[in-house]
């Protein structure tokens, strides 16, 4: 509850100068009062009052919608108040917030506002949209309000109609307006709101209120048939004279609206009175009328008379607090509600309402200017945060109530004081949680130690326990008044007691305390970050539940067993309002742990991480892929374009250091800084791409402009832009190319293009080796009719299976011994030899001076001799060659022995016989030159013959039989032709 600034009347004039004039201490910029630099501490009783703890045996469960707060219009959202709000368990989101629900026009996101001494339009810090953007992000549900002050049911059902329809946002509940009797512009348009506002007391009576909201009821339901109302029946002021009391607004709203109300909602601020304010007093309104466990009580008393006065039968609607704090925020109990004592008064509040079992308690609130909220304008937290996100969000679901039993008078039961101040006590199980167990205890006493013996429901044995305790001290302010309520510590001790719960434990004064443990044991796990500034809040997600620590450990306990882990990130810059942060903190914890029996510490360091956002063009053109939204700084991320239906990838532009412009359907960014990537797409022309030639579901693929495409079937169409590209075709296996284009080109309309493809034979080496030609010689091979060369005396060649016909070409002066066959392949390598031998040429030889039938003999030398009789024929091959003649007996010859040369064509001889000289008679010659004649003759025919071997020439390697053969008929290879 928060009154405008823009509108006092004279009376709070009057209150608001008498509090001005108070000695108030300091105040931070933040909002929050600044303690005296040496804090005096309150003299504590060495001793200890023992009380007696008893735990109900019996539980009701609390709903979810328990856990709420107010998201004001008028402040603007934390960058990380989605997780902040997760480690309260807050559910329940109430907008526009406080009077800003009567000067907020939601049709035109505009707030009307004081500027010096006249009222102005303007943007709220936080609109409509934010605030559901902010509702889903933590699943809520939510309580709108509607302008009522301007009594204009038209505008509030135009608001529920954009809200629901065109916003596409239901709340579970719509208010109307804000605490009536503080109305000062009733039935005064905004328009007029400039005209100094109508003063005094409350203008609008508890009757006409409830006929406002009748009527409101009717339109707004034009609008949403099955919108659920609450009846705001009263404010946070909980006493006359100054105000109606609350029981007749609530009266009055129930007698006219009974059946169409879905609930009656009202605010508590326990210590929102005036007088006398001193901090026994502050947490002494905590135990009387004016608090929680009060006004319930008299508002379902008057709910309950009422129905069954005028709608006898009618279902009782449930009393919802929307709006709770220690205090108001501008009268004198606001530093103490703005402190240490203010959480306490909080903890108390909400251990009443649990003991109360209402539907919703919602504080006020998550940020503001007022003492209540649990952060201030600029991001300060208060106490009261700590005390819900350390304690209350620890609680569960089912409620046990406990009751503490002082040494005498009655059990406390949250109506009565005990022990100078207020004791509270509340256990809960949580059955979501692996049946976990929690004891609160919140001691108001300001001297007083509490012994007591814990206990906690659903446990027998004692298992290992989580202890949190945060304590304070007053410290002392002006007009002998305590002003101020100081935590000995920054932020609540964490310890475990591996004893499991003490037999007896000693509650301080002004102590929060807070026992957890598991029915089947579990263990202290200890998280360190490392990478945050110094005293930087930070979160961790344990078994699906927000933990919230502002030190560099966390502490919790853990059922035994595996434990599941997940980070929240924290927005950058520390301390920012910036709606969509650029930057974070991203911590990397390990993913699961695994609970024993023992402590465990894990690391949890952060790393800067950048957002990488992307956007596409036109509108509805494609998108990108993979999503990244958040990416760590220096790293490198690759984006591709997806087009939508008739587009094709344009490229990319971007914005930011790392980013990528250019062609390409795929941006590689090295992450430096925020990025915002626009993926380019371009309307595209159908290109149908046919091929042949592949067995029916082969799958074949081809890439045009570097994108690739792929199919089984026949064809495929891919859509491109208008442009030359090139074109490569994906061969499968199996086949070769036969036939495509290299480039394809597009120019505002379809393409086809046919593509060929042949089955791939598969084949074999098969090699022919030449023998017996010499070095250098070159011959070729056809097969079926194709040539191949020989290299270095050998044909290779990969062929099929089949059969083949296979020719031999001569090798200059050799020719092959076999020059056609067949080569037969079957399925392996073969490996075959290609004989080849010297040509030879016939030698021709004419006798002349014989007669018939003589025989004789021709010997060439290194070959043999030859028997001839008239004529002698035989093969020689091309040289030069010795012979010696043998003529037969009694014959001579012209030449006994000469030389033949032969060179590629026949050769011819003559020899010419002639019978021998009679010979001279012996008798007559001189006897000594007889003998000498015979001796000179032999010498020189060996000379011959030594003459005759010398000059035969060798021709080469010794000869086959085969070969000899040949020359032995005479036979020469000429050179062949081919076979055509």
Excluded at 336 to 344: K, V
Excluded at 455 to 477: H, N
Excluded at 829 to 835: A, E, F, R, S, Y
Aim: charged share 10%; glycine share 10%.
């Amino acid at each position: 509850m928060l009154l405008s600034s823009g509108r006092p009347t004279p009376l709070l004039a009057w209150v608001t100068l008498f509090l001005l004039a108070l000695p108030w201490p300091a105040v931070s910029a933040s909002g929050q009062g600044s303690p005296p630099p040496l804090p005096p501490t309150l003299e504590v009783s060495s001793g200890a009052v023992p009380a007696t703890l008893a735990v109900s045996s019996s539980s009701y469960t609390l709903p979810p919608s328990f856990w709420g707060t107010t998201v004001s219009a008028e402040a603007r959202l934390l960058p990380d108040e989605a997780a902040m709000l997760n480690a309260t368990r807050s559910h329940v989101l109430v907008w526009t917030g406080a009077n800003a629900g009567d000067r907020v026009n939601m049709l035109n996101d505009t707030i009307i506002t004081q500027n010096g001494t006249s009222l102005i339009w303007k943007a709220p810090p936080t609109n409509e949209t934010q605030f559901i953007h902010l509702c889903r992000a933590i699943s809520c549900e939510a309580i709108l309000q509607v302008p009522g002050e301007i009594d204009d049911p038209s505008l509030a059902a135009a608001v529920v109609n954009y809200t629901e329809k065109t916003l596409g946002f239901t709340p579970a509940y719509w208010e109307i307006g804000n605490e009536p009797e503080l109305w000062r512009y009733w039935k005064v348009p905004w328009s007029s709101w400039n005209v100094p506002p109508q003063n005094g007391s409350a203008i609008i009576t508890p009757g006409e209120y409830a006929w406002m909201v009748h009527n409101y009821t009717a339109v707004l339901r034009t609008a949403d048939p099955n919108l659920r109302i609450l009846g705001i029946a009263g404010t946070g002021r909980p006493q006359p004279p100054v105000l109606t009391p609350l029981s007749a607004w609530i009266n009055a709203t129930v007698a006219v609206n009974g059946a169409n109300l879905s609930g009656i909602a009202f605010h508590v601020y326990t210590a929102g009175v005036y007088g006398a304010h001193t901090l026994g007093q502050f947490y002494a309104f905590d135990t009387g009328p004016y608090s929680v466990f009060g006004r319930v009580s008299d508002a379902r008393s008057s709910i309950s008379n009422e129905i069954n006065a005028t709608c006898p039968g009618c279902p009782t609607p449930p009393v919802f607090l929307t709006e709770l704090g220690s205090a108001l925020s501008h009268f004198f109990f606001a530093n103490l509600s703005r402190g240490f004592a203010g959480g306490l008064s909080m903890a108390a509040s909400e251990a009443e309402g649990m003991d109360l079992d209402l539907p919703t308690l919602d504080v006020f609130a998550s940020v503001f200017n007022t003492s209540n909220a649990w952060f201030a304008l600029n991001g300060t937290p208060r106490p009261d945060f700590a005390v819900y996100a350390q304690f209350l969000s620890g609680l569960g679901s089912d409620v046990f109530p406990a009751t503490l039993t002082p040494p005498s008078g009655p059990p406390y039961t949250g109506m009565n004081t005990s022990l100078g101040a207020n004791l509270y006590a509340v256990a809960t199980e949580d059955p979501s949680d692996h049946g976990r167990s929690d004891l609160l205890l919140v001691n108001q006493n300001t001297t007083t130690n509490v012994s007591l013996a814990p206990a906690l429901p659903g446990i027998s044995a004692t298992p290992r326990v989580l202890l949190r305790e945060w304590s304070a001290r007053a410290v002392y302010g002006p007009l002998n008044s305590t002003w101020w309520v100081a935590p000995l510590t920054a932020a609540p001790v964490v310890s475990v007691l591996p004893g499991g719960l003490p037999s007896s434990w000693t509650l301080p004064p002004q102590t929060i305390a807070e026992f957890e443990s598991y029915p089947s044991a579990g263990a202290g796990v200890s998280f360190n970050e490392t990478g945050l500034p110094s005293a930087e809040r930070w979160y961790l997600s344990l078994n699906g539940r927000t933990e919230e620590t502002p030190g560099t450990n966390l502490t919790v306990i853990l059922p035994t067993g595996t434990a599941s882990v997940a980070p929240i990130a924290l927005p950058l810059p520390f301390g920012s309002f910036r709606p969509n942060p650029l930057e974070r903190m991203e911590p990397f914890p390990p993913s699961s742990v695994t609970v024993g029996s023992t402590t465990q510490d894990f690391l949890v360091p952060f790393a800067t991480q950048w957002n990488i956002s992307t956007s596409v063009g036109p509108p509805g053109s494609g998108w990108t892929t993979p999503p990244v939204g958040w990416a760590n700084a220096s790293s490198v991320v690759t984006l591709d374009e997806v087009p939508a239906s008739g587009f094709v990838p344009g490229g990319w532009t971007g914005v930011g250091t790392g980013s990528y412009t250019g062609l390409s359907s795929q941006a590689t960014l090295v992450v430096k800084g925020a990025i915002q990537e626009t993926a380019l797409f371009l309307h595209g022309f159908p290109v149908t791409v046919s091929e042949t030639g592949l067995a029916t579901g082969t799958p074949w693929s081809l890439s045009i402009g570097g994108a690739t495409s792929s199919s089984t079937s026949s064809s495929l169409v891919v859509l491109e832009a208008n442009g030359t590209f090139a074109l490569q075709v994906g061969t499968p296996t199996g086949y070769t190319l036969s036939s495509a284009p290299s480039t394809l080109t597009v120019n505002g309309g379809p393409v086809s293009v046919s593509i060929v493809f042949a089955p791939v034979v598969a084949t074999y080496s098969v090699r022919w080796q030449s023998v017996g030609l010499p070095g250098g010689a070159t011959w070729f091979l056809l097969l079926n009719g194709a040539r191949w060369n020989a290299s270095v005396g050998t044909v290779v060649a990969a062929l099929a299976n089949g059969s083949y016909a296979a020719w031999v070409s001569n090798a200059g002066d050799f020719h092959p011994s076999n020059r056609s066959f067949t080569v037969e392949v079957l399925g392996g390598p073969l490996n075959l030899t290609v004989p080849f031998v010297e040509n030879t040429y016939p030698v021709l030889v004419g006798a002349s001076g014989l007669p018939t039938g003589a025989s004789w003999s021709l010997q060439v030398v290194g070959l043999g001799a030859f028997t001839c009789s008239a004529t002698c024929t035989f093969p020689l091959t091309n040289g030069t060659f010795d012979w010696l003649l043998t003529p037969p007996s009694g014959y001579a010859s012209d030449s006994d022995h000469g030389t033949l040369t032969v060179r590629g064509t026949p050769t011819y001889l003559n020899v010419t016989f002639r019978p021998p000289p009679a010979a001279p008679s012996f008798w007559g010659q001189p006897e000594g030159w007889t003998v000498m004649g015979l001796l000179g003759g032999g010498a020189a025919l060996g000379l011959a013959v030594l003459l005759i071997r010398w000059r035969r020439r060798p021709k080469g390697p010794e000869r086959l039989p085969w070969e000899e053969r040949d020359r032995a008929s005479g036979i020469v290879a000429p050179e062949p032709r081919p076979p055509s």
